[in-house]
């Protein structure tokens, strides 16, 4: 099964200051999402990034009216192979676990980068 769309946990959320670039890339549908087997890192250039590990991380799901028109955009915001890469995730929304991609990176890449964990795993509220 094909991913339904992106998982989105930081500054493309709504009322986030990069949800524009999702609107322009076609979003059609928002829904409550939970990425498990990860963790957030607060970066210090103000955004968060998603890691493998113990606990959770909350977001949305994301759906596009041309998935792979969105992807392009996507990767060229978030520099898809620089500190982020996108992979295919499970996500677990109010219906049901979900197939969609996400864009994540590695403990050591986040920490070099200055990154420290943020434990509550939601980055909307901005409460570690």
Do not use: C, I, Q
């Not at 500054?11 to 957030?40: D, F, I, K, Q």
């Amino acid at each position: 099964m094909d991913p339904a769309g992106v998982f989105v946990y930081g500054s493309l959320l709504p009322g986030a200051r990069h949800h524009a670039l999702a609107r322009r890339a076609g979003l059609v549908r928002r829904t409550p999402a939970r990425l498990e087997g990860y963790r957030l890192y607060a970066l210090p250039a103000g955004y968060p990034v998603a890691v493998p590990g113990t606990g959770a991380v909350e977001g949305e799901l994301f759906e596009f009216r041309n998935l792979e028109a969105a992807l392009r955009a996507l990767d060229r915001f978030e520099d898809e192979g620089g500190l982020y890469r996108r992979v295919a995730v499970v996500v677990k929304t109010p219906a049901g676990m979900r197939r969609a991609w996400a864009y994540v990176a590695d403990a050591a890449a986040a920490t070099r980068r200055g990154g420290v964990p943020w434990p509550s795993g939601r980055w909307r509220g901005r409460r570690a």
